[in-house]
């Protein structure tokens, strides 16, 4: 899976953005595994709202994150969301909900910046650094940060 | 060696799982000797056990498995010899010798030694056994020929010094132990190709196993041995001519030689009043020598084996294969044991094969995705509405069959039989009943008993607590057993077998029983029950797996280490078992487990709760049944029970329960799932609709989210949705209990 010599030459990563409520995210495409339309998921009773449950996928149950809301943004209607990013966290799979995915991002290390301080911002802890490409910002998600905390006590 | 180390480490690896077979087979023997049900045989078989793990050992360099090993055998010689009788200490010796063979050996299986200081007096006491016998026994023995399969150009240099001075007694215990029988016996030309060395044999002892059946006359023949320049190390340039008592057949010999058939020159004359001159071999043909040509008495071997066609009974060369069929490298070593153990015809063992689980879980899973497909394949054409007897239906019919008996198939290769566990056991057994002073006997039953392999992995920590408290806390002390008229031995029941689907194991012991009120009075200390709560005899033996529950008086360092009965229920529920306790004053305590047969698929019952499909286990529930409105009452704000027959269950909402819906308007026509728990109360669950009752595939949650209440695992369904196996037991003892919307406020 992840093929160390496929990293971008020259201290560049690659990062798969899509658009999460309305802003531009980004992952490391070393992370992610395959991008797949949304299918019905089956509910996980007694689980945080952001957990929309779990999906088949070729065998697997794979649970199913909805970003939007666990990045505590507005979420659009259900129809503007179909996008399923299968991501590896750890050494589980994890699929995230997003709207759609825009692009394969070559960014310079030096150009990631870490996210100022804002005490305030709820999403801050979910984004390990910010770009701009093309005059977009891009915030880099800190993917572990992204699972529920149920996870790490129990591990 | 470069190209020999894979081989090399396969070698090894298949020597440590022979080595397994090689400890059960001692286990068993001294078992047998321990439960006085052996007979002469036995002594062989532990014997042979003991030498071919040295054997092994010798070859990959296991020096101190091989000292030990070595002791072990001489003064399990003593016992062969009629010198020494197996009982009392002595046996217990042999016991603990024993355990720590397996120690040693799981040390050498990690490139690890033990502490020479933890086998110390064993080793002494194995020592004093064998007396004056041991400096004789180490001159003959046979190490040096031991040889290092992959490694052959050091040896050259090491070995010419070496092999001349082993060689020569090889004859001499053979000669001293049969008289010269003239030319009224058999004749036996004898000569070990390299190979036989290789898989850890020794010529040594096939002529005492023939010494054993026969008067045996031996005369070593030294004609081809050529300089000591010119001397391949590595190849047995010795022969023997064995002459044999009249009183042996053809079938008793090839017996003692079926396990080196293929890896020597043997020929057996029945006797005769001549002996024929037998020629002596110029120059045996060396098979190539890369280790995996050793392979067992197959096709490689078959050249050497030389029934001469005059020979009155040719041995059994073709009709008795060798036991086990390996698909990797085989050394005979495990045979071993089993060669001269049964005199008369053994039954025949069934060929197998060692197969790597990973290869084995792949398959298992591979059948899975088959069993999913093929419900869905049913489902679609279920949905295209065929005419009833269409072929593609009855197609589909067989289709069906055939793939839940393969799936039957491939579930039953992961399981395993019980036998392993239990022989853990018997070690545990021993061990305590040593450090507590008490005479224990284990009895086991059922060892044949299947069971999937993970069950019995993640079984034996549990039982191995169960064990431990029969022992410890079961069983009285001596002195208490005396007092109450029992055998001072206390026995301690292992028994597994198979029960309705299920596989039950049960730890009995006949010690004193559960002293209730003692337990009683602890649970009230510990404030885990009221001090005036009404409970029945197996409510407080229940009171054992309660978390915080520990008989604190008797904590000894045996069973106080922390794991309570809690941890052992536990452990057994998440296999999906279940425990129960049956206990008798004065008479002994019985554990119940029951478990399932496999962890890879369920039978269940696919029902639908708040447009949800969810998969309940079928052996949870007792019976299904239309709510009606006679049946329901109300009871409390916001609880109902349903009256079934004479008695009450309280009525619980699935998809309340599970977080879907708030509690309905009524139930009235939903269907209700009577949930049978272990104290025998029973709770009604109420789902929408049952879908359908069938097997379905286990597949496990990942830990992403801790574990969920009430759910157990996840399945795929006919039309590739996940449904959520639950767990009806966790629900009912997690419920809500709420049925019913408050009548003044809002269900929230």
Known sequence: MT???????HNHVELLSFRVGEQDYAADIMSVREIRGWTRATPLPHSPAFVRGVINIRGTVLPVLDLADRLGLPQPDEGGRNVIIVVEIGDEPVGLLVEAVSDILSVATGELTPPPDIAADQGRTFVRALTIVNDQMIRVLDLPAVLPDVRFEAA | MADNTDAMAEIRASFFTECEELLESLQDGLDAVWNETSDEETINVIFRAVHSVKGGAGAFGLTQLVDFAHRYETALDEVRAGKLVPEGEVLKLFFRAADILSDLLQAAKEDGELDPATFEEVLSGLAALAGGEEEEEEALDFQPLILDIGDETPQLAELPGELPPGLPPLSGPAEGEG?????????????????????GNEPLYLFRALADLTELTSRCNMDDLPDLSDLDPAVCH????????????????????????????????????????????????????????????????EPGVAPAPDAGAPPQASDAPAPKLSTDQDAKAPAA????????????????????????????????????NQAMLSQSVTEVDMPPNAAITKGLDEFMQ???????????????????????????????????????????????TEVDKTVIERLADPLTHMIRNAVDHGLESTEAR?????????????????????????????????NRPKVRQIAIDKKLIE???????????????????????????????GVGMDVVKTAIQALGGRVSITSTPGQGTCFSISLPLTLAVLDGMVVEAAGQALVLPLNVIEETMTVEAAMLGEMGRETQVLRIREGFAPLLDLGTEMGFRTPLESYLDHVALL??????????????????????????LQNTFGQIPGVAAATILGDGQIALILDPLDITMNASGRTRQPSLSLAG
């Open chain 1, 3 to 9: 093929d160390q010599t496929t990293q971008a030459p």
């Open chain 2, 179 to 199: 008289d010269a029988q003239g030319d009224s016996g058999g004749h036996i030309y004898f000569a070990a190709e390299k190979e036989l060395f290789l898989n």
């Open chain 2, 238 to 301: 010795l022969s023997w001519d064995l002459t044999t008592g009249a009183d042996i057949d053809a079938a008793a010999v090839a017996e003692v030689f079926e396990f080196v058939e293929g890896l020597c020159t043997f020929r057996h004359r029945l006797p005769e009043p001549e002996l024929p001159e037998l020629p002596a071999l110029p120059e045996l043909p060396v098979l190539p020598g890369a280790p995996d040509t050793a392979v067992g008495a197959g096709a490689d071997g």
């Open chain 2, 337 to 372: 044991p089993k060669a001269g153990a049964q005199k008369p015809a053994p039954a025949k063992p069934n060929p197998t094969i060692r197969v790597d689980l990973e290869r084995v879980d792949r398959l298992v899973n591979l059948v899975g995705e088959l069993v999913i």
């Open chain 2, 402 to 448: 055939l793939t839940r008996s393969l799936q039957d198939s491939v579930m039953r290769i992961r399981a395993q039989p019980v036998k392993a566990l239990f022989q853990r056991m018997g070690r545990i057994v021993r061990e305590v009943a040593t450090e507590v002073n008490k005479n224990v006997l284990l009895k086991t039953e059922g060892e044949t």
């Open chain 2, 482 to 514: 005396l007092a109450a008229g029992k055998p001072e031995r206390g026995t301690v029941t292992l028994t597994a077998g198979h029960r309705s689907g299920r596989v039950v194991i049960e730890i009995s012991d006949d010690g004193a029983g559960i």
């Open chain 2, 531 to 561: 001090e005036t709560a009404e409970l029945s005899d197996s409510d407080i033996d229940m009171l054992l797996f309660m978390p915080g529950f520990s008989t604190a008086s008797e904590v000894s360092n045996l069973s106080g280490r």
């Open chain 2, 675 to 700: 949930i049978a728990h272990e104290d025998g109360s029973r709770s009604a669950l109420v789902v929408d609709r049952i879908v359908d009752q069938r097997q379905v595939v286990i597949k496990g």
